[in-house]
């Protein structure tokens, strides 16, 4: 509750475009919150029971094929492959929480602070714990889903996010390299954060781990997870920005040594937010078939960039797996992954030619609200597999929140009636699907 309450006090805070002072909103120490919960946020959105941890680290791929600098023959040139990362953890005891991140918007040029609970560089708790990937999309960087980084690593989760060359608001290069890094990447990050050393291995177990990805990180996410690329995809000439060199595509491809040897046991589920690909033939039934972690996928049913009915296919043809379907209703491409738009995305930027506020937003849905949805079907999920706590209650669900029935006993206990969403407020699901099928189906 208290928790709550700061919470709410700060969403006031910086409500309007001027604080109490008299100071632009921008100008406070406490504005772009990533940590907000709303009081009609459902059960396992709230902040877990451990103060969270923040650190920055570099990792670096030595000899990666370099796709952009790859031409039409020859030897593929290599180059070192840096991704500057942020790692969240359950933090010691006592830890202070708070902390900004310094960051920049969409247009690649205006700075943002934003502010969360986390505090930098704190001692990590004692024990062991899960470990969580986030990848952003394209482009993007590794603060846009930073508000599910922090809930998770309060709730016993290790969680790291990095920016993805060629794919940041800093670098945005040719596509073709997204399409062909965006999974190895994520493999890179499993191994790298199984690979620490000193008091964040001690806390780190990757042999538990998920990966979660929006948009081509939902992309990568799904071929990491066995979800092979097709030969439609492989075989593509046209446009050329889709068409990496040298068949350097080819190793992604369903039924590939290459791709074969990417998939990881150490990886137990997928969470898949608003994934691209499956609209532009990237994979076909079989390839989807592959995929056999158990998987979550998450859309806006106006998606019109990677496109809702795409995303279903995806849900429909992972056959090898139980899979789940989250969908907000009306919501567009932005559902549920970035962090609430930073009020400095409110103004035109020059460099973009227009404010870069609809890169985090949503027409219809506010965004703490799918941030908190998305936070609590995470954590349930992610405690199913990762950790292996019972949480079916929160994941066998009416298909339609409209649909649920509220039916309480006279001393507020659901009786034989009661079918609502559970962990939801009463009224609070309706505009949301959550659809389930079993691996077979």
């Not at 593929?76 to 960051?103: M, N």
């Not at 062991?128 to 930073?146: A, Q």
């Not at 999974?183 to 990050?189: I, K, M, N, S």
């Not at 350097?248 to 990417?262: E, I, Q, V």
Request: proline letters at 7%.
């Amino acid at each position: 509750m208290r928790h709550l309450l700061i919470a709410g006090a700060a969403s006031l805070a910086c409500a309007g475009p001027l604080a109490a002072e008299g100071r632009p909103a921008q100008d406070r120490p406490d504005h772009n919150r990533i940590d907000l919960i709303r009081p009609d946020a459902p059960e396992l959105a709230a902040t877990g029971d451990h103060p969270v941890g923040v650190r920055a680290a570099t990792f670096t791929d030595a000899d990666r094929i370099d796709v952009i600098a790859t031409g039409a023959q020859g030897t593929p040139p290599t180059a070192d492959r840096v991704l500057e990362a942020e790692i969240w953890y359950p933090a010691a005891q006592g830890t202070p929480p708070g902390g900004t991140y310094d960051t920049i918007l969409r247009d690649g040029v205006t700075p943002a602070v934003l502010t969360g609970a986390a505090a930098r560089d704190a001692d990590p708790a004692e024990g062991s714990f899960p470990l969580v990937i986030l990848s952003h999309g394209y482009p993007g960087n590794r603060h846009l889903m930073s508000h599910l980084g922090e809930n998770l690593a309060s709730k016993g989760y290790v969680v790291v996010a990095a920016d993805h060359p060629d794919s940041t608001y800093a670098d945005q290069g040719a596509f073709a390299s997204t399409l062909v890094n965006r999974a190895v990447d994520q493999r890179f990050l499993l191994d790298s954060m199984a690979g620490l050393e000193g008091d964040l291995a001690a806390v780190t177990d990757a042999d538990r781990a998920a990966v979660v990805g929006y948009s081509m990180g939902g992309y990568g996410a799904l071929i990491f997870g066995g979800a092979g690329l097709s030969q439609t995809a492989i075989a593509r000439t046209e446009p050329a920005g889709y068409v990496p060199p040298q068949d350097l595509l080819g190793r992604l491809a369903a039924g590939s040594d290459d791709h074969a040897a990417l998939v990881d046991p150490r990886v137990k589920a997928v969470i898949a937010i608003a994934p691209w690909g499956r609209q532009a033939d990237f994979w076909d039934a079989e390839g989807l078939a592959g995929l056999e972690k158990p998987l979550m996928l998450v859309a806006g049913s106006a998606d019109d960039v990677s496109e809702y009915d795409a995303i279903r296919q995806v849900f429909d043809q992972t056959t090898g797996t139980t899979r789940h379907l989250l969908t907000y209703q009306n919501a567009n491409h932005n559902a549920a992954a970035p962090i609430p738009a930073p009020l400095e995305a409110w103004a035109f930027s020059e460099s973009l030619g227009r404010a870069p506020f609809d890169h985090y937003a949503d027409p219809v849905w506010d965004t703490v609200r799918m941030n908190n949805i998305l936070q609590h079907f995470s954590t349930a999920f992610l405690d199913q597999h990762l950790k292996g706590e019972d949480r079916g209650a929160y994941l066998d669900l009416v298909p339609d929140g409209a649909d649920g029935v509220w039916s309480m006993t006279e001393d507020d206990q659901p009786d034989a009636a009661h079918s609502y969403w559970a962990g939801f407020p009463n009224r609070s699901a309706t505009g949301l699907q959550f659809e389930t099928r079993q691996a077979g189906e």
